[in-house]
């Protein structure tokens, strides 16, 4: 099991950056696939991105592909969203998520795990 929080959420103009942040405990996090998924309101909740636990294998979705960078830290139990040149249509609720499988998942139903979402807004 493991307990994900996120951070760094917040009101940014178009155009501008925010980093993501989700911080892991209770089990080992290096072994887990990571995932960054957005829901804006009146939407199905989307894939953003994933990173395997050695961080050798990377998806975006190709709406964020070139602006958005997945990266992690296992001797921090954190994983991070760097999030530039950011459009109104990026505005939404972004959730952590965590997967113990042997392939990295891109679709929301196959993670096992959830952090509480942090709210990204860009303004136009």
């Known amino acids: 099991q493991v307990q994900l929080v996120e951070s760094g959420g917040g009101l940014v103009q178009a155009g501008g950056s925010l980093r993501l942040s989700c911080t892991a405990s209770g089990s080992t996090f290096s072994r887990f696939n990571m995932g960054w998924l957005r829901q804006a309101p009146g939407k199905e909740r989307e894939f953003v991105a994933a990173i395997s636990w050695s961080a050798g294998i990377k998806y975006y979705a190709d709406s964020v592909k070139g602006r958005f960078t997945i990266s992690r830290d296992n001797a921090k139990n954190t994983v991070y969203l760097q999030m530039n040149s950011l459009k109104p249509e990026d505005t939404a609720v972004y959730y952590c998520?965590?997967?113990?499988?042997?392939?990295?998942?891109?679709?929301?139903?196959?993670?096992?795990?959830w952090g509480q979402g942090t709210q990204v807004t860009v303004s136009s």
């Open positions: 998520a965590a997967d113990d499988g042997v392939v990295v998942p891109v679709k929301h139903v196959e993670y096992d795990y």
